[in-house]
């Protein structure tokens, strides 16, 4: 545990630092004429344009997205905690993009690597010489049989994942439920998922909450886990479910939610033993995620088998970034289909791998540059409180100040960089710096 308050913000600052000025070492420009064209102008599609305008003088790089509007996802679980006011995670899109960019504000509607070529929604044909798919994920409430976003804020129903605006309303729900209390639910989905952290940070606010308001008495929590773990990396999931122990949640496992009756605020479940109901007061709903059509039915770039082929997120290696059957294609960020890596920490880790094998390729050479499959996730285990947890493909910890935050402690430390630090190293990292 560290001494003091001064030494818990030079940590901060430390950190803000070291990811500001983190990467590959700086690379000798590859002049070039060559098309890039990314797909999704989100946080790995913009940090990785400004990255290239810098390391490929002459390249002629496209961005294809439709959303003027950019969003700090990051920033949802604390608007959700009502700390921040929804505009906190929106800015826009453009401020953020270099100028020597294209930038085309429509989304790809099929892709045919053979012909290096991507269609726009509106029937655009842009060729390309290099492809890199960014597009982020499809939140797929639809799937959800009875939800819709429209539901989001009333009669208990909460969604985090769904917006800033969205957020917000889950906030003004989850504080009516902890006035009146009953029973709140909490679930994932079997799919991939963006920051698989986010539905236990909720579970836990709300508890805490409850326990700032003096009402935990009169509520039950009930975790509804997909699978027969709560987090994917054994370690973190037993710290976890002690946590779960400690602080009297319900728990169930094999869950996965098919569908809910907002009226009746009942949510079903499909579970080893047939379909069976959970009643609820209030619940944040996290909807399945998926790739986006125009990736997963309209290219031929998604896994054709295993465990990512159904949700069709792009085949790459999961070192290079790089697609495994057409080698001028690459992904990066949530539509990647690797094993770790849905988050933002992962993306700066992600974008100076796919920047170097770019450009050693236009030069006709080869980079050494791999991702080892970083994920950073701040569990929020109350406010104030979090544990900084990172690790990799291997599910090893990989902390970044061993010694200092230790990454299964609950620490105000690691709050800090959720709620100060992590903001200005994204900012960063969407300049290109990080």
């Known amino acids: 545990m560290l001494a003091n308050r001064r030494q818990f913000l030079a940590l901060v600052a430390a950190a803000s630092a070291t990811a500001t000025h983190s990467g590959p070492i700086q690379a000798q420009p590859v002049p070039t004429g060559a098309r890039i064209v990314i797909l999704g102008a ?10 290239l305008t810098a390391r490929l003088p002459g390249a002629r790089i496209t961005l294809l997205d439709p959303r003027r509007a950019h969003l700090y996802q990051p920033g949802f679980t604390l608007i959700a905690a009502g700390l921040k006011p929804a505009s906190y995670s929106v800015s826009t899109t453009a401020e953020w993009l270099p100028r020597k960019a294209e930038w085309i504000q429509e989304a790809a509607a099929e892709i045919d690597p053979e012909a290096r070529r991507v ?86 606010l709300t508890d805490d ?9 009169k509520m039950k929590i009930v975790y509804a886990a997909h699978s027969g773990a709560f987090f994917s990396v054994p370690i973190v999931n037993e710290k976890v479910r ?17 569908a809910i ?25 996290i909807p399945p995620m998926r790739a986006p059509d125009a990736i997963r039915f309209n290219s ?18 999961k070192h290079t970034l790089r697609h495994l059957r057409y080698p001028e294609v690459f992904a990066i960020g949530d539509i990647a289909g690797v094993p770790k890596g849905k988050t933002a920490a992962s993306v700066k880790w992600q974008v100076p791998v796919v920047e170097d094998h770019l450009a050693a390729q236009i030069a ?7 991702y080892d ?27 970044s100040f061993p010694g200092l935050i230790a990454p299964l402690e609950e620490l105000w430390v690691s709050w800090l960089m959720k709620e100060i630090a992590l903001k200005a190293t994204y900012n960063a990292m969407l300049r290109g710096r990080a």
């Open 300 to 317: 031929p770039l998604s896994w054709q088998e295993g465990p990512f082929a159904a949700d069709g997120w792009v085949e790459v290696d």
């Open 209 to 217: 909450a409850a326990r700032r308001k003096g009402t935990r008495d």
């Open 261 to 285: 009756d907002p009226g009746k605020r009942i949510a079903t479940f499909d579970t080893p033993d047939g379909r069976k109901e959970i009643g609820y007061d209030f619940t944040n709903v």
């Open 364 to 370: 006709g050479k080869e980079s050494t540059a791999r």
């Open 42 to 51: 989100g946080a790995a599609g913009t940090a990785l344009a400004n990255r």
């Open 119 to 204: 269609v726009t929604t509106s029937g655009r044909a842009l060729t390309y010489d290099f492809l890199v798919v960014a597009t982020g994920l499809k939140l797929d409430y639809e799937a959800i049989e009875g939800m819709s976003t429209d539901l989001i804020g009333s009669n208990g129903m909460g969604s985090v994942y769904a917006g800033p605006d969205q957020a917000a309303a889950t906030f003004a729900e989850m504080s009516r439920f902890v006035e009146k209390g009953g029973t709140a639910l909490f679930t994932r989905p079997a799919t991939e998922m963006k920051c698989a952290g986010a539905p236990l940070k909720y579970a836990f």
């Open 373 to 399: 499959g970083y994920t950073s996730c701040p569990l929020i285990t109350r406010v104030g409180r979090a544990m900084l947890v990172e690790f990799d493909y291997k599910d090893n910890l990989v902390p």
């Open 242 to 258: 002690m946590l779960f122990e400690d602080r009297g949640f319900d728990t169930v496992k094999n869950h996965v939610m098919v």
